[in-house]
């Protein structure tokens, strides 16, 4: 079944205190994305991914770092968890960037950040 | 760069009748424009797409129609059902390897 897989699925830690959400896809993706959905915000993009080994920065990616090293792996590292990083956080996936091509979203982390 | 507004952010209509959310986006040269509904612990997941050379899109009980004049389009259920409710993102992009700008969302209620 293709899907994108997103560990774990609820996640409680305390401020400073690394911690990674690991996302998998099975589609061989070119593309890949996090993002970030808080209550009246919508979804905002955190980092990006054309392909292996070439990320790129969203709208909102101050506090966060990713790496893709395999096409089907995109993990989140967030290196010193804040508070404010408390939110519902969705990796997805698509052949391609652009016009068309469809976005697969996995099942999203809910994070909160003591 | 492209801003996308959505409206209303929250929709309650009563079971059977219609839905329509609307979108406007700013970027005149934005071609794509895909739907996705984001049920109760789950991902978003396309529902719906139009591109900037169709008028019109219609997939049994839902439908997109795009005004490229006014930069709005907009997403309509009838005869709307319990498992419509949702929350839903309307979006929009342009050329190839450009990102995808969503709305803000709106979530749709039906009331029994």
């Known amino acids: 079944e293709a899907q994108v897989t997103q560990n774990p699925r609820y996640l409680i830690t305390v401020t400073g205190k690394k911690l990674t959400v690991t996302c998998s896809q099975n589609?061989?993706?070119?593309?890949m994305s996090w993002y970030r959905q808080d209550p009246g915000l919508g979804l905002r993009q955190i980092y990006y991914s054309m392909n292996v080994e070439v990320t790129d920065k969203g709208d909102v990616p101050e506090g966060y770092k990713v790496s893709r090293k395999e096409k089907r792996n995109f993990p989140l590292i967030l290196e010193s968890p804040s508070p404010n990083q408390t939110s519902l956080y969705f990796c997805a996936s698509s052949k391609y960037r652009g016009p068309g091509e469809k976005l697969f979203f996995g099942s999203g982390t809910q994070l909160s950040v003591l | 760069g492209e801003n996308v507004e959505q409206h209303p952010s929250t929709l309650s209509v009563q079971e059977g009748d219609s839905a329509v959310i609307k979108c406007t986006y700013s970027?005149?040269?934005?071609?794509?424009f895909p739907w996705y509904k984001q049920e109760l612990g789950k991902g978003p997941q396309l529902i719906i797409d139009i591109r900037s050379n169709v008028g019109e899109k219609k997939d049994q009980r839902i439908a997109v129609t795009l005004n490229k004049t006014a930069k709005h389009f907009s997403l309509h259920i009838t005869e709307t059902q319990p498992e419509d409710s949702a929350v839903y993102f309307c979006a929009a992009s342009k050329g190839r390897r450009d990102k995808i700008i969503f709305g803000k969302g709106t979530r749709l209620h039906i009331l029994p």
């Open positions: 589609m061989n993706h070119e593309y």
């Open positions: 970027d005149s040269a934005s071609n794509y």
